[in-house]
T-cell receptor, first 112, second 110 residues
Framework: GQQLNQSPQSMFIQEGEDVSMNCTSS?????WLWYKQDPGEGPVLLIA?????ELTSNGRLTAQFGITRKDSFLNISASIPSDVGIYFC????????????FGKGTRLSVIA | NAGVTQTPKFQVLKTGQSMTLQCAQD?????MYWYRQDPGMGLRLIYY???????DKGEVPNGYNVSRLNKREFSLRLESAAPSQTSVYFC?????????FGPGTRLTVT
C-alpha cells in the first residue's frame, strides 16, 4: 500500500527559529494535508493543498505541494512556544474516495 | 456545532471485557473513520465508513467491530479487550479529502 515518510521524527529548536519538515511518498497523491496535534487533543487541520506546485500560507505556516506530486513540505517561521506539538502530513491518492494515508509525525519542541 | 464528539474520554478495562466507543458528528459528513494512535506509530486506520450503511476494514481491524448506526454516528466495539489494544482512539469524519478529528478516547487494558 501507499506509504508516507515524514522527517524529521523530532526537532528541538529555540524560540524564534524557523522550522522545516517534509513528507515523501512512494506514489502520487492528489491532495496533501498538514495537521497539528496538541498534547491530549485530536489532530487539527492546518493547511490543505490540492494542486501540484501549490504554495499556501496560514499565518506563520507555509506548505507546498511538490511538483512531482510525491512530496510536500511545511515551514513554520519565527517559532513560538505554542507551536509545540506533533505535526502530521497526510495524502490522498488519485482514486478520490480512499482513506487518507498519514505520516508518522514530527514532534516539535520549542525552547524558550 | 460541536464537530466530532467521542465518549468516553478515558476508560480502563480488564482483559476480556467488552466495550463500545461512541462517535458522533454534526457536520452532515458522509465518511467516518476510526484510528488508533500509539507512540511512534502515527495514526493507524482501524475501520471506516464511506457512507451510511457501508463499512470497510483499514490497516489494523483485528479485534474490533464497527457499526454505522446512522449518518451521524459510528461506533467501535471491542468484544474481548486485550492489553495490545491499549491506545488512544480517534474518530474522524470528512467531506473528502479533509478530515476532522474528535478529541480521542484514552483506553487502557490491564
Amino acid at each position: 500500500g501507499q506509504q508516507l515518510n515524514q522527517s524529521p521524527q523530532s526537532m528541538f529548536i529555540q524560540e524564534g527559529e524557523d522550522v522545516s519538515m517534509n513528507c515523501t511518498s512512494s506514489s502520487i497523491f492528489n491532495t496533501w494535508l498538514w495537521y497539528k496535534q496538541d498534547p491530549g487533543e485530536g489532530p487539527v487541520l492546518l493547511i490543505a493543498l490540492y494542486k501540484a506546485g501549490e504554495l499556501t500560507s496560514n499565518g506563520r505556516l507555509t506548505a507546498q505541494f511538490g511538483i512531482t506530486r510525491k512530496d510536500s513540505f511545511l515551514n513554520i517561521s519565527a517559532s513560538i512556544p505554542s507551536d509545540v506539538g506533533i505535526y502530521f502530513c497526510a495524502g490522498q491518492g488519485p482514486s478520490g474516495n480512499t482513506p487518507l494515508v498519514f505520516g508518522k509525525g514530527t514532534r516539535l519542541s520549542v525552547i524558550a | 456545532n460541536a464537530g466530532v464528539t467521542q465518549t468516553p474520554k478515558f476508560q480502563v478495562l480488564k482483559t476480556g471485557q467488552s466495550m463500545t466507543l461512541q462517535c458522533a458528528q454534526d457536520m452532515n459528513h458522509n465518511s467516518m473513520y476510526w484510528y488508533r494512535q500509539d507512540p511512534g506509530m502515527g495514526l493507524r486506520l482501524i475501520y471506516y465508513s464511506a457512507s451510511e450503511g457501508t463499512t470497510d476494514k483499514g490497516e489494523v481491524p483485528n479485534g474490533y467491530n464497527v457499526s454505522r448506526l446512522n449518518k451521524r454516528e459510528f461506533s467501535l466495539r471491542l468484544e474481548s479487550a486485550a492489553p495490545s489494544q491499549t491506545s488512544v482512539y480517534f474518530c474522524a469524519s470528512h467531506p473528502p479529502p479533509e478530515q476532522y478529528f474528535g478529541p480521542g478516547t484514552r483506553l487502557t487494558v490491564t
